[in-house]
């Protein structure tokens, strides 16, 4: 798929009515390129690690208040010998190798392999037609039931979609926010994770060549 030239790629285009009213060619670069599951896994790992906030953090004996004295003497009462109650041994004593605010699940990944693994993701779902692009996506007004109206119509009908704006627009965010099974991002803020947890890829025309010139850019960095 690498070798391919962009006049083998092409896609349907389709109105806010439903109706095919053209192609658009995409950039082989982009959507040509070899698929690798264990680039993609590595970038959705990486991804989710970084992304994982420590709400768990266990007091160690140094945090646990009290054992400030010896519960008993050290000979002559029969029993084992004790320094302090904040021994892990006791009841709410320290926890030994527990969970804390301070540790780090973040991982790194090369900023080259981030954009390799989303090419394949965007690749992925137009060679498994997932990907629909459309001529335009403008709302007379951000009302919920003129989006389903025109998601109705579209082929990602029902199915788990990611929107592609190609800026914030907030009419955009207010009539889709109360759809199920559908989101909206940003075409200069896409993930491998997004991407892969949607079924369907939704574009316009104009959110496409903000991917082109947002990520082919960082390619050659």
Same mark, same amino acid.
């Given at each position: 798929?690498?070798?391919?030239?962009?006049?083998?790629?092409?896609?349907?285009?389709?109105?806010?009515?439903?109706?095919?009213?053209?192609?658009?060619?995409?950039?082989?670069?982009?959507?040509?390129?070899?698929?690798?599951?264990?680039?993609?896994?590595?970038?959705?790992? =990486? %991804?989710?690690?970084? +992304? &994982?906030?420590?709400?768990?953090?266990? !007091?160690?004996?140094?945090?646990?208040? $009290? #054992?400030?004295?010896?519960?008993? =003497? %050290?000979?002559?009462? +029969? &029993?084992?010998?004790?320094?302090?109650? !904040?021994?892990?041994?006791?009841?709410? $004593? #320290?926890?030994?190798?527990?969970?804390?605010?301070?540790?780090?699940?973040?991982?790194?990944?090369?900023?080259?392999?981030?954009?390799?693994?989303?090419?394949?993701?965007?690749?992925?779902?137009?060679?498994?037609?997932?990907?629909?692009?459309?001529?335009?996506?403008?709302?007379?007004?951000?009302?919920?039931?003129?989006?389903?109206?025109?998601?109705?119509?579209?082929?990602?009908?029902?199915?788990?979609?990611?929107?592609?704006?190609?800026?914030?627009?907030?009419?955009?965010?207010?009539?889709?926010?109360?759809?199920?099974?559908?989101?909206?991002?940003?075409?200069?803020?896409?993930?491998?994770?997004?991407?892969?947890?949607?079924?369907?890829?939704?574009?316009?025309?104009?959110?496409?060549?903000?991917?082109?010139?947002?990520?082919?850019?960082?390619?050659?960095?």
């Amino acid at each position: 798929m690498e070798n391919m030239t962009n006049s083998g790629l092409k896609v349907k285009v389709y109105n806010q009515q439903g109706a095919v009213v053209g192609e658009q060619i995409l950039d082989a670069k982009i959507f040509g390129v070899e698929v690798k599951q264990e680039v993609v896994h590595q970038v959705t790992v =990486a %991804q989710a690690a970084n +992304g &994982r906030h420590n709400l768990s953090n266990a !007091r160690t004996r140094d945090e646990v208040s $009290g #054992g400030g004295k010896k519960p008993w =003497a %050290q000979k002559g009462t +029969g &029993r084992s010998r004790q320094g302090s109650s !904040r021994s892990p041994l006791w009841k709410g $004593g #320290g926890v030994v190798f527990g969970p804390t605010a301070e540790s780090n699940f973040s991982k790194s990944v090369n900023k080259k392999v981030k954009t390799k693994a989303l090419f394949m993701c965007l690749t992925d779902k137009y060679q498994n037609d997932k990907l629909i692009v459309l001529d335009q996506l403008t709302m007379a007004e951000p009302k919920t039931k003129l989006m389903a109206e025109i998601l109705k119509t579209l082929p990602n009908a029902g199915k788990k979609t990611l929107i592609v704006m190609e800026n914030k627009n907030e009419d955009l965010l207010r009539a889709a926010k109360n759809i199920a099974r559908v989101k909206l991002i940003k075409a200069d803020s896409l993930n491998v994770i997004d991407i892969v947890h949607a079924e369907y890829i939704l574009a316009p025309v104009v959110s496409l060549a903000v991917v082109s010139k947002t990520y082919l850019k960082s390619t050659k960095e």
